[in-house]
């Protein structure tokens, strides 16, 4: 059984910082890619950031390009956010997924169908 447990939101001023993680258990972490996607209420969800299982290839979403980074340990099994230059616009549940594919590198990483496993969220609130 996979867990993903999502830690690191919470509340901060606009321009602020936060860093979200994404701890794994039940899987080879190191074999998978990670994605952290983020969905509002009645909107669907949305692509963050994907980062490959050696963590050499890196996908942004353009909304994030410059102020996110995404980052991985796998000693640890864990995935990271960092989340600069925060904007109110950036309030929502953010969710980490592991991808289905072992050792995969490419675009789907950006594609939410293409994960199978999914944490609970965690909830940023960036205030004005």
């Known amino acids: 059984q996979v867990q993903l447990v999502e830690s690191g939101g919470g509340l901060v001023q606009a321009g602020g910082s936060l860093r979200l993680s994404c701890a794994a258990s039940g899987r080879t972490f190191g074999s998978y890619g990670m994605g952290w996607f983020r969905q509002a209420p009645g909107k669907e969800r949305e692509f963050v950031a994907g980062?490959?299982?050696?963590?050499?290839?890196?996908y942004y979403a353009d909304s994030v390009k410059g102020r996110f980074t995404i980052s991985r340990d796998n000693a640890k099994s864990t995935v990271y956010l960092q989340m600069n230059s925060l904007k109110p616009e950036d309030t929502v549940i953010y969710c980490c997924a592991t991808h289905k594919v072992p050792y995969y590198s490419g675009t789907y990483l950006k594609s939410p169908n293409r994960y199978d496993y999914w944490g609970q969220g965690t909830q940023v609130t960036v205030s004005s």
């Open positions: 980062i490959n299982w050696n963590g050499d290839s890196i």
